[in-house]
């Protein structure tokens, strides 16, 4: 079987930085991937690692060790609308079945 | 472009009755998947493929049939709904499989 574990929530305030934790447990185990969900609306792709270290993609970073089983990601400068659910996923068996985290809801405060 | 189009974005069933959810993409993109999604849970995969042809359960595929005849189209079926199959609907589809583009939904009410 497989599972991922993440915070169920997190809170930050505007301009600071946050990072999204997210350990796995899975065979066949191909990359770890983050998407981005508001308010049940369609998740959007964020980042994908496949190979230990780290992917900055503007104000967001995510990381992966696979010896450690564990990667996170990090978002910078936040702002209100990062507000939203943030999933992280594994891919297994060099592609096609992707299986998703419970997912972590962040709130941004003023 | 469209990206990921689904088909209806909300639908009452009656308990016992079948439809189909339909889903296309027109980014000739090989991997498509179906998920579900819970309120306050996360995605949980019911079906999926990796090209016109290929098939393969994921996590719940049980009440659900999918088939693949087309790149374009991945329609998922449900055989004969249950109230516990009322959930939000996610199709999904990637080119390479590192990154995956979502549907709206659909939002399914099983009474």
């Known amino acids: 079987g497989q599972s991922l574990e993440q915070p169920s929530e997190v809170t930050a305030v505007e301009g600071a930085i946050v990072q999204i934790n997210c350990t796995y447990q899975?065979?066949?185990?191909?990359?770890l991937s983050w998407y981005q969900q508001h308010d049940g609306g369609a998740p959007t792709f964020l980042s994908y690692n496949g190979l230990d270290g780290l992917e900055e993609t503007g104000r967001f970073s995510s990381f992966l060790s696979r010896s450690d089983s564990y990667g996170y990601l990090l978002l910078q400068e936040l702002q209100m609308k990062d507000s939203a659910s943030y999933f992280c996923a594994v891919t297994r068996n060099q592609g096609g079945k992707l299986i998703f985290g419970q997912g972590t809801e962040l709130s941004v405060k003023p | 472009n469209a990206g990921v189009t689904q088909t209806p974005k909300f639908q009452v069933l009656k308990t016992g009755q079948s439809m189909t959810l339909q889903c296309a993409q027109d980014m000739n993109h090989e991997y498509m998947s179906w998920y579900r999604q819970d309120p306050g849970m996360g995605l949980r995969l019911i079906h999926y493929?990796?090209?016109?042809?290929?098939?393969d359960q994921g996590e719940v595929p049980n009440g659900y049939n999918v088939s693949r005849s087309t790149t374009e189209d991945f329609p998922l079926r449900l055989l004969s709904a249950a109230p516990s199959q009322t959930s939000v609907y996610f199709c999904?589809?990637?080119?390479?499989?590192?990154?995956?583009?979502f549907g709206s939904g659909t939002r399914l009410t099983v009474v």
């Open positions: 899975t065979s066949g185990f191909y990359g």
């Open positions: 999904a589809s990637s080119r390479d499989s590192y990154g995956y583009t």
């Open positions: 493929s990796v090209g016109a042809g290929i098939t």
